[in-house]
């Protein structure tokens, strides 16, 4: 009655509960009511006594029907708090790794009936055993082992065709051996069957919820799509995990989508290749064709489009949980898919566009419910999103590489913390910071412009100590990148945060020093040595740590061998990336060394680390030797020579020493320049210098290339001598490390005595002698190998004689010897690269004129040449290309192929200097209308106007768009010409104004005829670009404009070319530019109605 005891109105609810669910009863709302009849709110039972009844529920095995019934309706009655405990319970059995580990020889012996064997060889063994056994004679004429066994094979046979069974007799040993079998056998099965037993009580009781769906059970989907697909690689969960996985859709997807909701499983399990049989009449279509499908349809689902005006229409995303169903599709096409045509390059574009809309989803600020909005980006999978992001940045081509970008700062963008945004979890973050770390420039850029939106949810030192230590440390390597532009963001990004060194960071940054991927490695030795550079008492400590992990990474463990002398295992690989890392970062570090700590690291490096067995390793050691003596050679001549001279006079005559004796060589030639030029040592030391010459290594040659310079004033008198025999082997010697050092040594010299030793030791009539010869290739070879390195180490000196060089050089680009056109490319990089604005001046005419010449051969040589001016430095590179680009556009058509070619490779030879990754990822697009100007131009505007620019357009990405919108603007069509107007409206704030000064020209004319075109949209589009460019460029670059503005506006014949020049003026009025304004008013007076009417 309802006066009776509470207590004992509760506990015979409790036992009701159960009971009143039983599936006879068929009545789900039963207990509900009983309880409202008890006077009991269920909802205040449920919440009270929720421990209570999920350990009478869930703890029973296996669980019957009438607790799984209960479970439906406590799910309905109180979602809030049953639910989360009913997913957790469910994920966590699902994430036992038992269930991953299951093998299907394990699965097999689960099936197979207990008692029965499933491994039956020692069955077969004995059976074989016993064929041979049986009856066997001696071997002898009359009976061979090989007849006797046939034999007894075919009474076996004929004995199983008339169903006659013989026991097999089992030794001892292998009844011993079948129930060892046996038992392993059955325990196994016992444990597969407890798996398999836990998993369907788990998987009833997801069923259970899932029939009532009730309110907020979408939100846990994307936990169990988590847990779910691991195990469908497992043949004992796969089985069971298919239809609970194929139900999910109906929980999360809008009713019009349902069935699209079933296709995408369909295919998502079809891509997973699961460890069980699939549904026949999904698997009709062809794969590729299903997933070609099922992400256009996607797309056309869940992107919106864009209308003329730039508003969104049409449909609207999917919820975060749905979004999460079909993730997993949409990361299997992204990182299976061959990028190998443009179909399907377009059907990974697709599901990046679906992702990055997904990466944009926001919470209703309205939201007052306790749910999580699932509308908002809190139940994405953000991690997995941005480690897939991440893989396809470092991966993709470069035009997915720019979508992945932006689809990754979209996502830090919706974790950032803001309004209607998610909290940034540790996961993503560690993310991030570990693509910091990537091999590729692109991935490093998007981490950190991913960091930069999250800047309000990441961890300080202060905060959390660990993560926040972390961070800085990533942070500060990132700050030394190779790259200039990621430098700069993460010089912001530190700024920003107000982040500042902490003493224990130099311990830290060795493991940067040491690490795998080379751009860490070179950041982490510079972050390192600017770290020691604030705290200097820790540098002896770094020095000595350096150079134990060096021993400890030199050291390899020899193969082990087993007791014959065989190789069980081989050496580990040679840890050649982490004794490099050391080199750099005693290079970097040499320079913080006190005089003290100067000796002993040249006892380092002389002999041990110099004679590394990796020539990488010994390569970077010479480079931090040289380094160090650069720095503190002078104060150290006395205490280095010494060391130096000691081991050249006791080293063994031995092969193995010749790398260090090179090495010691060159640093005994660095440190010379510090002795006084009248010492006896210099000359002997000069010698061995030139002698180091013929050594096969460019670094060797280089660096005595370096050296020579400053001992030439000791050996003034023997240095024609010299030049002459270096001449001879340059010119002459048959091998070809003794003919490019011959070369490195004759620019060193040079370099000494000073430019006029080029006349003086007739040097440059002997190399033009040279390469003019035409019987003997070497000496053309040899010749140019000195041109090359003349510019290379003379640099702007060299200038004068580049004029008198290039025709030679363009005669060679078309050599008849591969080698010497070989040759020829390396010479012009040269030439290029070390030009000066003057330098182009002077060698840009005689080019373009060499153009004209009707000789093909000289055409394509000078085509490449041209090509190689994108090798000039970049202040040269904005001022050349806008000359060169138009020209070389133009010998596309030319008649001979090989010259066509030629401007091809050319033009893809600037193309690849592009540093602009948004250009470089349309650079194709752009090529394709430079080579067909009248099919590929609309679509190449098309592809630029679609383009979203993070970074600056630089004067190579300039030099390829310009001469296509010059051309556009001559189009008939109206749509092409109304892009070119856009597109120059929109230059003037993505690229500096010197870089495009030199296209104003060209361009003006063209946005002149479209002020004044008959189409009031062009007009409009010109009128708003004329505004653009005179804000970005100044008034002063129009002088001839604004009386031509102002003569159309009072022309009479046209209305058409008054209107347009009045909307030119308008834009041109709207900017803050006070002079121009009396001569206006002062038309204005004089033009009366004309005017009104423009």
């Known amino acids: 009655g309802p006066d009776a005891d509470p207590e004992e109105k509760e506990k015979l609810a409790l036992e009701m509960l159960l009971v009143s669910n039983h599936p006879s009863l068929g009545q789900p709302g039963l207990w509900p009511a009983l309880l409202i009849k008890m006077k009991l709110d269920p909802e205040e039972f449920v919440t009270k006594h929720l421990g209570n009844i999920f350990d009478r529920i869930i703890t029973q095995r296996p669980m019957n029907k009438s607790s799984l019934n209960a479970v439906g309706v ?609 000359k002997p030391i000069v010698a061995k210098l030139i002698a180091a010459l013929s050594t096969p290594s460019q670094q060797v040659q280089e660096s005595v290339a370096g050296c020579l310079p400053p001992l030439v004033p000791a050996i003034k008198e023997d240095a024609g001598g010299m030049i002459q025999k270096l001449m001879q082997l340059l010119l002459e010697s048959d091998k070809y490390a003794e003919r490019k050092g011959a070369a490195y040594g004759l620019a060193g010299l040079v370099k000494g005595l000073g430019i006029l030793s080029l006349k003086q030791q007739e040097m440059m009539a002997t190399l033009t002698d040279a390469i003019q010869d035409k019987k003997n290739f070497r000496r053309r070879e040899g010749a140019l190998f000195a041109f090359e390195m003349l510019c290379t180490m003379l640099g702007k000196l060299f200038e004068p004689y580049v004029v008198h060089v290039l025709p030679h050089l363009l005669l060679c680009f078309g050599d008849g010897n591969q080698y010497v056109r070989e040759a020829a490319d390396d010479c012009a990089k040269a030439v290029m690269s070390n030009l000066s604005a003057h330098g182009v001046k002077l060698v840009l005419p005689s080019l373009l004129a060499a153009l004209e010449e009707e000789s093909w051969r000289t055409k394509a040589g000078s085509v490449e040449l041209l090509g190689a001016m994108a090798y000039c430095a970049p202040k040269q590179l904005s001022s050349c290309l806008p000359n060169i680009v138009p020209k070389l556009t133009e010998v596309l058509t030319d008649s001979h192929v090989k010259v066509q070619k030629a401007g091809q490779q050319a033009l893809r030879q600037i193309g690849s200097v592009i540093r602009n990754p948004e250009i470089l990822a349309i650079a194709p697009v752009l090529l394709d209308a430079l080579t067909d100007p009248s099919r590929k131009t609309q679509k190449c505007l098309q592809t630029l106007l679609d383009t979203k620019f993070v970074h600056f357009i630089d004067a190579p990405s300039l030099a390829l768009i310009m001469p296509i919108v010059q051309r556009a603007f001559q189009d008939r069509s109206t749509d092409t010409r109304k892009m070119a107007a856009q597109i120059i409206g929109n230059m003037y704030s993505l690229t500096d104004q010197k870089d495009l000064a030199p296209y104003l020209p060209s361009v003006t004319p063209g946005l002149k005829a479209s002020l004044l075109d008959p189409v009031p949209e062009v007009r409009t589009v010109s009128a708003k670009a004329l505004g653009a460019m005179v804000k970005g460029m100044g008034e002063s670059c129009f002088e001839d404009l604004l009386p031509w503005l102002m003569e159309t506006l009072t022309y009479e014949q046209s209305s058409v070319d008054r209107s347009g020049a009045a909307q030119g003026r308008n834009n041109w009025l709207c900017l803050p530019m006070e002079l121009s304004s009396p001569s206006f008013l002062f038309t204005s007076s004089k033009t009366g109605t004309r005017l009104c009417m423009g």
């Open 74 to 682: 406590l799910s309905v009655l109180s979602p809030g708090r049953v639910l989360p405990q009913v997913i957790s319970t469910i994920s966590t059995s699902l994430e036992n790794p038992a269930l991953g580990q299951v093998t299907l020889e394990e699965f097999a012996i689960m099936k197979t009936p207990e008692g029965e064997l499933y491994d039956k060889s020692i069955l077969q063994s004995a059976q074989q055993d016993s064929l041979k056994k049986a009856n066997m004679k001696r071997e002898n004429k009359a009976y061979s082992f090989k007849e006797q066994i046939i034999e007894l094979e075919l009474k076996e046979e004929i004995k199983k065709k008339k169903g006659i069974k013989e026991e097999v007799q089992l030794t001892s040993k292998q009844k011993e051996m079948l129930n060892a079998q046996m038992e392993k056998e059955s325990r196994t099965r016992k444990q597969l069957k407890e798996l398999d037993d836990e998993l369907e009580s788990m998987l009833g009781l997801l069923d259970a919820v899932l029939k009532r769906n009730p309110p907020g059970l979408s939100q846990y989907i994307p936990a169990l799509v988590g847990s779910f697909l691991p195990l469908l690689k497992s043949p004992l969960a796969a089985p069971r995990i298919k239809t609970p996985f194929l139900s999910l859709a109906s929980c999360v997807m809008p009713a019009h989508l349902k069935t699209f909701g079933t296709l995408v499983s369909h295919v998502t399990l079809r891509l997973m290749k699961p460890e069980c049989d699939l549904d026949e009449s999904w698997c009709q279509e062809d794969l590729p064709t299903a997933v070609h499908r099922v992400v256009n349809l996607l797309h056309a689902n869940t992107v919106p489009g864009r209308t003329s005006k730039g508003e969104v229409t049409g449909p609207v995303p999917l919820s975060a949980p749905a979004f999460s169903l079909v993730f997993p599709l949409l990361k299997m096409v992204l990182l299976e898919t061959p990028n190998d045509s443009e179909e399907k390059e377009e059907l990974l574009v697709k599901a990046l566009q679906t992702i990055t809309v997904h990466a944009q989803l926001r919470s209703s600020a309205n939201n007052q419910s306790s749910l999580v909005d699932e509308n908002g980006p809190e139940l994405l999978p953000r991690t997995d999103m941005l480690l897939l992001l991440t893989k396809v940045i470092g991966t993709g081509s470069p035009r997915l590489q720019v979508l992945a970008s932006n689809a990754l700062t979209a996502l830090c963008a919706s974790s950032s913390g803001e309004d209607g945004c998610a909290y940034a979890e540790q996961e993503e973050i560690d993310v991030l910071l570990q693509a910091l770390q990537s091999p590729c420039m692109n991935v490093r850029d998007a981490a950190l412009r991913g960091l930069m939106e999250l800047q309000m949810v990441l961890p300080t030192p202060d905060s959390d100590e660990k993560n926040g230590l972390n961070l800085l440390r990533r942070l500060w390597v990132v700050n030394f990148d190779r790259e200039e532009e990621i430098r700069k963001l993460a010089e912001r990004l530190w700024e920003s945060m107000g982040l500042e060194l902490q003493p224990d960071i130099c311990s830290v940054l060795i493991k940067d020093v040491i690490h795998y991927e080379e751009a860490v490695r070179q950041a982490g030795a510079e972050a390192l040595s600017k770290a020691v550079e604030q705290y200097r008492s820790q540098t002896r400590d770094v020095m000595t740590k350096l150079m134990e992990i060096y021993q400890e990474k030199l050291y390899r463990p020899p193969p082990v061998l087993d007791a014959l002398g065989r190789v069980i295992s081989e050496s580990p690989p040679d840890q050649w990336e982490a004794r490099c890392g050391i080199a750099l970062a005693l290079n970097k570090l040499s320079q913080h060394l006190d005089s003290s700590q100067v000796k002993p690291l040249f006892q380092f490096f002389v002999p041990d680390a110099l004679n590394d067995r990796s020539p990488e390793v010994r390569k970077c050691m010479l480079d931090a030797a040289l380094s160090a003596l650069n720095t503190h050679g002078k104060d150290s001549v006395n205490s280095l020579l010494p060391v130096f001279e000691e081991f050249l006079k006791n080293a063994p005559n031995d092969a193995s020493y010749d790398a260090v004796r090179q090495s010691v060589v060159i640093l005994m030639g660095s440190l010379a320049k510090h002795l006084d030029k009248s010492d006896p040592k210099v």
